[in-house]
């Protein structure tokens, strides 16, 4: 939906991209003998269709499934793999691991980064490319390398990036462009991931009436669940100050105390 709440074209074509889809879905859940099983599979399936993990895609893999949203919502985002928002056509996600690094990663990742005019988990204005720097990819015997839509490429030079992305632009590589069902933004990061990062509130800590009671009801502070830990008796009348200790030194004096 945009965010003047108009209905987007994908979102109406939703329906009937689950109907297609759904028969496939049952053979998925059919292979394993815990459902739960197939909830990886699946949400590669309606990536592959739509381009991204879309919110109406979890819906429908937690009604399939028999969980709830947010249980499909938190282990579709644990896992870099799954893009919550829509990307490029091309996924370039470039290794900066040691070995990458020794070979040169840092001035490929510059060169990319120029060449583009984007910068990490940024997608270009014609939604034809989108960059990313990732955690080593192993395949550290022909480093530099990156993936384009998950495939491997080796031996990095800038005139391998300017032939692929040349090749890209053209409509002929030899990697399947991404299905784009919705127009990218600029970044497919999520807003609640950096916040959370940032130690703000997470989406479900948001609008409620109390989200620090880390201690339960009446313990807005967290403290009576703090001597519980320390002291390690669930009977005591006093209260300990030790959630202000400032290091890990001080915190474990307090514990072996």
Known sequence: MHANGEVTQRERDFPALLQRLRPECERIIGRYENSRS????????????????????????????????????????????????????????????????????????????????????????????????????????????????????????????????????????????MAQTQAPGRTWTVAQDTQVSHGSKSAGASGVSNPNNAGGVGDASGVIMLDRFVNKDISFTGRTQERFARDASAVRQAVEE
């Open 38 to 177: 197939a909830l990886l599979p699946i949400m590669h399936l309606f990536q592959e269709h739509e381009g991204f993990v879309s919110h109406e895609a979890m819906r429908a893999a937690a009604q399939m499934l028999n969980l709830t949203p947010a249980v499909v919502e938190s282990t579709v985002s644990f896992y870099t793999l799954f893009f919550r928002k829509p990307v490029g056509k091309y996924v370039l996600q470039v290794c900066r691991g040691l070995s990458c690094t020794i070979n040169g990663a840092e001035e490929i990742m510059a060169y990319v980064r120029e060449k583009l005019g984007i910068g990490h988990l940024q997608t270009t204005e014609d939604g034809l490319f989108s960059y990313e720097e990732v955690e080593c990819l192993a395949a550290c015997d022909r480093a530099t390398c990156m993936q384009v839509n998950l495939e491997f490429v080796y031996d990095l030079t800038p005139q391998v990036i300017d032939e692929m992305i040349e090749t890209m632009r053209a409509g002929a590589y030899a990697v399947k462009p």
